[in-house]
């Protein structure tokens, strides 16, 4: 059985940083592309960053140059560091497993 299980969100000021895991388990990591995805009330879920099993990584245009996307495939985890914070960035930040598996989802809230 597939699990991701999401950690680090938080409530932060605008211009501070968080970074987000996802613990994956009941699947072979390694071979998959992951990534991070956000939702707020009202709108879809949206994608925040992936990361291909080969390494290459994709941003959406609003966090470009100030959130990275890593993968640890030891550890079975996903990362993302948020840098310079925003109040747009307030969301429910979700994990996925090649859009087919998900996290529960952590909260970032951004505070001006």
């Known amino acids: 059985q597939v699990r991701l299980v999401e950690s680090g969100g938080g409530l932060v000021q605008a211009g501070g940083s968080l970074r987000l895991s996802c613990a994956a388990q009941g699947i072979i990591f390694s071979a998959n592309n992951v990534g991070w995805y956000r939702q707020t009330p009202g709108n879809e879920r949206e994608l925040v960053a992936e990361?291909?099993?080969?390494?290459?990584?994709n941003y959406a245009d609003s966090v470009k140059g100030r959130f990275t996307i890593s993968r640890d495939n030891a550890k079975t985890t996903i990362y993302l560091q948020m840098n310079n914070l925003k109040r747009e960035d307030t969301a429910v930040y979700y994990c996925t497993v090649r859009q087919l598996y998900w996290g529960q989802g952590t909260q970032v809230t951004v505070s001006s």
């Open positions: 990361i291909f099993r080969g390494g290459t990584t």
